[in-house]
């Protein structure tokens, strides 16, 4: 899958973990909840009897027996909810009891307003809406004959939600205040966000194929739909509900563990925590404990819980015995992401430049690649050749392609016996130029510091997008 272009810098990291005591490395037998009280920040989560998070991966409902969206005043709420309009009393209250179903709370970057999905009668698809904490004033803001869930906001009075089509859950970005929505995935699989990172990139899950059927695996897209990636390429277990916290980490559930994605490591950290199970979603508070999404077994429905890291013992903030509590979001101000300028031009496809197909974490003879093919899929599904390209002696190859569909990369050997074909797929936008390190390089690959050979013979890009005319010659 391409990667971003890396600017050919070399910077060394170290990352160093420091633990005290045996019981940073061994699992405590029975952990349970600290003693005493546990004081708490005002937050927002939601509350169901039953929770599937991946049940989006075959378009399914996560929350089939119904939601609801409460708020915990906690300590220090009346710094920015107005008690005079929205009396909330210390404890957990129902953000909009008049709606038959709520979930997926988000906070505004001012903290004065949720972003949700909702339902106002139980057979309405979710749609997404906006409350205003201060008076209650609600705003419906997509009107869609089916789903649109897990919303964000973004800079510039954005949003981005997962909407579903044609039974398919798609990402899109839309104006706050109405219009017409950008599609920002391409792929032929369900896709849901799950956090807006600091540096404006969406993260995001959705479905990988392996070996043994599919599995979440989570990705990163601009806001323009450009830019797609993996967030790291060490595939092979399901990743989901994923969040950044204020380290730069991205934390989220691995096979009901709790893991990271750090800058300096390529592949997946496991977090030694307290035994059971977690559901990801952690939110770090501002005494540097982390919301965690827990449970003990999976008898138990799930808890909002505080755990330090490092610490031997998670602390039981909030449950009940009946419902299962996730999505914790923190109220008050949030950090605005960085704003993405979209780069796309006026063109109808997209050019890929590979700079070394060998460049990957698979092991490839030299000389053995010879050429690619490239693949897009039909109407019915079904795996489409676009066309086959040459790859020269460095590994590079430049490609045309279509912009805004499914592609799939297969390398060639001198016999046109193939070497590696990719197992999902990816897309570029129209107009899009993408420049990738190699073939499933991974993300954290610096590129050689060499003009591709490829380049060197022309700049104009090998046809496989079924037109003659050049939309831009590298340029």
């Known amino acids: ?22 019981e940073a490395f061994l699992r405590p037998a029975n952990p349970s909840e600290a003693k005493g009280s546990v004081d708490l920040p005002a937050f927002v989560y939601t509350a169901s009897k039953s929770y599937a998070p991946l049940a989006w991966m075959h378009g399914g409902e996560r929350f089939p027996s ?104 798609v990402i899109e970005a839309a104006p706050l205040a109405g219009g017409k929505p950008l599609p920002l995935t391409y792929l032929p699989t ?6 807006v990172l600091r540096d ?87 005494t540097g404990d982390w919301f965690v999404v827990w449970r003990a077994n999976a008898k138990s429905p799930f808890q909002l819980a505080l755990w330090r890291p490092g610490d031997a013992r998670v602390r039981v903030a909030l449950s009940d015995a009946q419902e299962n509590l996730v999505q914790p979001v923190l109220l008050g101000t949030q950090a605005i992401p960085n704003r993405h300028p979209s780069g796309l031009h006026d063109w109808p ?9 060998y460049t990957s974490k698979y092991q490839f003879a030299a000389g053995s690649i010879h050429s ?9 599904g079904n795996p489409r050749l676009l066309g086959i390209a040459p790859v020269e002696k ?32 990816f897309w570029m936008r129209r107009g899009e130029q993408r420049g990738c390190v190699g073939c499933h390089a991974g993300p954290e690959t610096a590129p050689e510091n060499a003009v591709p050979q490829v380049l060197l013979k022309s700049t104009t890009p090998a046809d496989m997008a079924g037109t003659t005319q050049s ?5």
């Open 349 to 357: 496809n997209a050019n890929l430049l590979c700079l070394n197909a």
């Open 471 to 475: 939309a831009a010659g590298g340029h």
């Open 190 to 195: 369900n896709s849901l966000p799950t956090d």
């Open 394 to 425: 460095d590994g590079s190859f430049f490609v045309q392609v279509p912009g805004d569909q499914p592609l799939q990369i297969e390398l060639l050997d001198a016999t046109g016996k193939p070497l590696k074909r990719e197992t999902g797929f």
């Open 66 to 169: 119904g939601a609801k969206i409460l708020i915990h005043s906690g300590v220090g709420a009346e710094a920015f909810l107005r008690p005079a309009t929205l009396s909330i009393a210390k404890g957990s209250v129902d953000l909009v009891p008049e709606f038959a179903a709520s979930a997926d709370p988000a906070i505004s970057f001012d903290g004065e307003r949720v972003l949700f999905a909702g339902k106002q009668k139980a057979d309405d698809p979710w749609q997404i809406w906006e409350i205003t904490l201060a008076d209650r004033q609600l705003r419906r803001v997509s009107s869609r004959p089916e789903d649109c869930i897990r919303p964000f906001y973004l800079p510039d009075d954005r949003i981005v939600y997962a909407c579903k089509t044609a039974g398919r859950f």
């Open 200 to 286: 404006g990139r969406i993260l995001f899950e959705s479905e990988y194929a392996t070996g043994t059927g599919a599995i979440s695996e989570i990705y990163t897209v601009y806001s323009d739909g450009s830019g797609f990636e993996s967030y790291r390429c060490d595939h092979g277990k399901a990743r989901h509900s994923a969040r950044q916290v204020p380290s730069g980490d991205i934390v989220f559930s691995a096979d009901g563990n709790l893991a990271r994605f750090t800058s300096a490591r390529a592949q997946q950290v496991g977090i030694l925590a307290p035994q059971g199970e977690y559901a990801g979603d952690v939110v770090e508070t501002p």
């Open 372 to 380: 690619i093919r490239m693949y897009t899929r039909d109407d019915a």
């Open 1 to 22: 899958m391409p990667s971003r272009f890396i600017l050919p810098f070399l910077v060394l990291l170290i990352s160093i973990d420091f633990r005290v005591g045996a």
